[in-house]
C-alpha cells in the first residue's frame, strides 16, 4: 500500500526570513511598495523567496491591513474600440502603480448596488469610472461608503469625487470651424441627445458653433452612439443635403463611411465630409482614413490615478476638476 500523499504546505514569510536570514518586518517591507529596506536585504529577501517558491497573499494582506490594493474600474460599452483602448490604459497604469485592477463591465440598465456590494466585498482601495457607466448614484453611493472615486468623462458635480475630462468644447468647436473653412456651409451632426456625457457635450457645442457661423444644420438623433446606429443613419445621409458631418466618435463615422461605400459611394470623396472623435486604431485603417480628434488616454489615466492616490492618502480633499486636451488628426475623409 502506498504512502498517502499530503498537500506541500505553502511558503509563508516566516520561511523566506529564515532562510534569507532577516527578520519577518524586512520581508513585508521588501515586498511593500515605496517601503524603507536597504538594497542589501532586499535582495536576499528575493533570493530567498525565488528559491523557496514564495508568493504574497495579497488578500490576505489586504484583510490585515483592512485596505487592499485593488482598484474597481467601472466600464460600459465595451463594443467600442476606444473604450477597450481607454481599459488597457487605466489597467496598465494602474500596475505601473502597484495597484491592481479589477474590471467591472456594466451597463445602465442594470442595477447600482450590485456593483456597490462588489466593491466593498473586496475591499477596494479606491474606484475609477468611465463615461457611459452606471449614473450618478453609484458615485455617490462610493463616496458614503468612504470609497475614493474618480471619474473620466462624466460630467456630475459630485463632493469629494474628482474628474478628468476630455476638452470636448474645443474639439466640436474646431470640427465645424474646419467645415467652414473648406467652403461648406451645410453641416450635420450625429449624436444621442441623451447617453453619454461626452455625446452630449460634443454634440452642444458643434450646434452653438454652427450656428455662431451662421451655417445650415441638420441634427440627426441616434439612440446610441455606436457602430450600428453610424451604419443605419448612412443610408439616409446619401439623399443629405449636408456637405459635412461631424459623428460624436469615430465608432459610429465608422459605419456612416461603410453605410455610404454599401450604396456605391468612393471611399476616398462619398460627398461628405466626415469628422470623428476618439482616434481609435481603426480610423487610420485604410478603409476608413477618418479625420478625428485624439483623445488623451495616457494623460487621463496619469490624471485619474494621481487624484486617486492623493484622495486614498487624504479622503477630504475637495473635489477637483483636470481637462485634458485634444489635437485634430487630419486624414482623408474631411478632405
Known sequence: MSDPVFPKRAVT???VARHAGVSRAAVSRTFTPNASVSEETRQKVIKAANELGY???????SLINKRSDLVGVVAAGLDNPFRTMQIDHLTRGLLARDL?????????SEDVTTFIRQLLQYSVSGVIVTSDAPPTELCEECAGNGIPIVLINKGENIPLVDRVVNDDDVAARAAADYFFDAGCRRLAVMASPHLSFTGRSRRQ???ARAEELGAELEVIGVPVNDYKSGFEQGAALADSAAEALFCVNDYMACGVIDALARLGRDRDHPGLRIIGHDDIPQAGWDAYRLTTFHQAC?????????FLESRIADPDLPARLETTPVRLVERKSAA
Open 13 to 15: 514569510s516566516h520561511d
Open 55 to 61: 508568493r504574497v497573499n495579497y488578500l490576505a494582506r
Open 100 to 108: 491592481r485592477p479589477i474590471l467591472l463591465p456594466t451597463s445602465r
Open 205 to 207: 457645442a458643434f450646434i
Open 298 to 306: 495616457d494623460l487621463q489615466t496619469e490624471a485619474a490615478i494621481d
